[in-house]
Nanobody, 121 residues
Framework: QVQLVESGGGLVQAGGSLRLSCAASGRTFSRPAMGWFRQSPGKEREFVAG????????DYADSLKGRFTISRDIIQNTVYLQMNNLKPEDTAVYYCAAGRIPASRGAYDVWGQGTQVTVSS
């Protein structure tokens, strides 16, 4: 059993920054891969970034490289997504996810409830 709880979403102006947190609990060792996805109305859920609990296997969506940074804190069992220079098109519900295979974007099978990020222009 793995449980994920996101926090840190909110309303920000374009160009601003926001840091999302994902607190993991339960049998986190069964899911070595952690990641972030997002979904906007009318669009399919898309991959944002991924990382292994080891700190390796870091992976970013090409369009987000340079603006978003994923990291993890092993002691706190928490994964973060630092989002800088936010744009209105970043507006979405952001989901934390856990999976069995690091660096495999299609292997995530545990999901958090999501947190809303809204970027105003």
């Amino acid at each position: 059993q793995v449980q994920l709880v996101e926090s840190g979403g909110g309303l920000v102006q374009a160009g601003g920054s926001l840091r999302l947190s994902c607190a993991a609990s339960g049998r986190t060792f069964s899911r070595p891969a952690m990641g972030w996805f997002r979904q906007s109305p009318g669009k399919e859920r898309e991959f944002v970034a991924g990382i292994a609990w080891s700190g390796g296997s870091i992976d970013y969506a090409d369009s987000l490289k340079g603006r978003f940074t994923i990291s993890r804190d092993i002691i706190q069992n928490t994964v973060y997504l630092q989002m800088n220079n936010l744009k209105p098109e970043d507006t979405a519900v952001y989901y934390c996810a856990a999976g069995r295979i690091p660096a495999s974007r299609g292997a995530y099978d545990v999901w958090g409830q999501g947190t809303q990020v809204t970027v105003s222009s």
